[in-house]
């Protein structure tokens, strides 16, 4: 595991398939109650988990870690950096910002977020995701944080053209109540949130999942805690040499999911981009230069 750039979430996914019974078992509880289950003891973590504590120790090695010190001190770091504000990481930036263009840093940021964020998706998860978009019996709603709301809005749009069916949650949380009334088991709700998590999209995840409806969540690296509520979470990379997040590969994902959901459902689609296309023409609203 490399500790510098891999959360334990992350580690504990990759390494998912190659680990024995009982150490899935832990992984499951570790991911399932993350990172709150592995900062107590390690014999509170193996009771939970229902395993020994050497199976813990055996799991913690596995990731790379010289023992459970270590593993915690790991977690209690990605607390920090998740919670961190912009005027904090700003100042930590310009303290060892080196000395080239900002183009060049921000570039170099964004292409190493890019290979580490699809280095890291579920192929099965991802095509699982957009066979739920397209299926037409699904309803869909969509909805972003403060910072995320533009992304939301961004695979709303697109969506639109796909199938219908699909609903812009409003980031206003007073809202809701009226928004989960309308969903139905089945349904597909997608949540954008990234650090500083936001308790409302907790909660509306909860209460969506309560009313079994499917969540799918991006988010970023150490993953919000709407994952816990989510059956498919896409974490998507956000280190940028800047006082905020880069979401840049949040889009990337967003549109490779649209051109996914839009292969699945393409007669369905074309039939309604054309008849779009005409109520552009009748509307006059977008330029014509023929």
């Known amino acids: 595991m490399d500790k510098k750039s891999t959360t334990v979430a992350e580690a504990l996914r990759q390494r998912f398939e190659d680990l024995t019974r009982a150490e899935r078992q832990l992984a499951d509880t570790l991911l399932s109650h993350y990172p709150a289950a592995g900062l107590g003891s390690i ?3 193996a009771e939970k988990a229902e395993v020994s504590t050497p199976t813990v120790a055996r799991l913690v090695k596995k990731l790379g870690f010289t023992g459970y010190p270590e593993f915690q001190e790991s977690l209690r770091g990605e607390l920090d950096a998740a919670t961190i504000g912009p005027i904090t990481k700003h100042d930590a930036r310009s303290a060892e910002a080196p000395d080239e263009h900002m183009l060049n840093r921000f570039a170099e940021a964004v292409t190493t977020n890019l290979r580490s964020t699809f280095s890291r998706i579920d192929p099965a998860s991802f095509d699982v995701a957009a066979g739920l978009l397209a299926d037409q019996n699904r309803g869909v709603s969509i909805v972003g944080g ?3 709301r533009a992304l939301a809005d961004y695979l709303f749009t697109h969506m639109q053209v796909i199938r219908d069916s699909v609903t812009l949650v409003p980031s206003t949380a007073s809202s809701w109540p009226h928004y989960l009334l309308s ?6 709700l997608v949540v954008f949130d990234v650090r500083r998590y936001e308790n ?3 909660r509306f995840a909860e209460i969506a999942r309560e009313r079994q409806v499917t969540v799918i ?7 919000s805690p709407v994952a816990k509520h989510a ?5 998507c990379r956000v280190e940028a040499p800047s006082a905020w997040d880069s979401t840049a590969i949040m889009l990337v994902v967003v549109e490779a999911l649209i051109a996914a959901t839009e292969n699945l459902r393409w007669d369905a689609t074309r039939e309604r981009m054309e008849v779009l296309e005409d109520l552009f023409d009748r509307t006059g609203l977008l330029k014509k230069f023929l």
Request: glycine share 8%.
């Open 231 to 235: 059956q498919h979470v896409f974490n």
């Open 146 to 148: 403060r910072i995320t």
């Open 43 to 45: 014999t509170a973590l």
């Open 217 to 223: 969540l991006f988010t970023d690296q150490w993953g």
């Open 200 to 202: 409302d999209l907790v």
């Open 183 to 188: 969903m139905s088991p089945g349904d597909v």
